[in-house]
């Protein structure tokens, strides 16, 4: 799957891609055409994601934050896990492709330890 | 740092740009111009390595495999630890901007454990 191409030109909702996944990082595309996050939504994560924009435009809004953070194409932020954030804005004139890659409490969440303890 | 514009023209040298880093996973941003890996040179990483072509042109050879992997922008491969591999070819007419994301054996080499034995 090319990750710039390959997706459907109309799209009522943001379309998530799995492009890769291993125990200790997991890699997602995801395509917004106009979408924002709803209006006091804020995503909190157990994971932490850094995320690049691959083409488009977008706002995104860290809790506590003074303004948003404009990415364009090349531009990329790291979001701690549990940082509060939203997608305020993508461009509506074209998709915006994202590339996201989760990382740290994937591999071993405190609620589900990767090892079971031996007793 | 925008990976897709932060860089000098002018590059005798590939250049390597460590992006993000953290205990799991390791983000560059190589930029080659008309670079490729030497005659008979192998990358042998005990890292697994999943890269992807964001601007530019190239050509991936896996050892063993018939042809080489042609990866356009959005063109992606994951390469496991220790697959042997080698850019046969990157487009001289402009620079070719790669994203890598190391992952798996950065962690904790088998020849050198995150944490000591505690006796």
């Given at each position: 799957?090319?990750?710039?191409?390959d997706?459907?030109?109309?799209?009522?909702?943001?379309?998530?891609?799995?492009?890769?996944?291993s125990?200790?990082?997991?890699?997602?595309?995801?395509?917004?055409?106009?979408?924002?996050?709803?209006?006091?939504?804020?995503?909190?994560?157990?994971?932490?994601?850094?995320?690049?924009?691959?083409?488009?435009?977008?706002?995104?809004?860290?809790?506590?934050?003074?303004?948003?953070?404009?990415?364009?194409?090349?531009d990329?932020?790291?979001?701690?896990?549990?940082?509060?954030?939203?997608?305020?804005?993508?461009?509506?004139?074209?998709p915006?492709?994202?590339?996201?890659?989760?990382?740290?409490?994937?591999?071993?969440?405190?609620?589900?330890?990767?090892?079971?303890?031996?007793?």
């Open positions: 799957m090319n990750l710039l191409y997706f459907p030109t109309e799209l009522s909702q943001e379309l998530f891609s799995t492009v890769f996944a125990p200790d990082v997991r890699i997602e595309r995801i395509v917004s055409h106009g979408h924002a996050s709803p209006p006091g939504f804020w995503y909190d994560q157990d994971e932490a994601e850094w995320v690049m924009v691959l083409s488009g435009a977008a706002r995104l809004q860290i809790e506590g934050a003074e303004s948003a953070i404009e990415l364009r194409p090349g990329h932020v790291n979001i701690p896990a549990h940082q509060r954030h939203r997608v305020e804005w993508t461009t509506p004139g074209e915006t492709v994202w590339l996201a890659v989760f990382h740290g409490a994937s591999v071993a969440p405190e609620d589900s330890p990767s090892t079971p303890d031996v007793t």
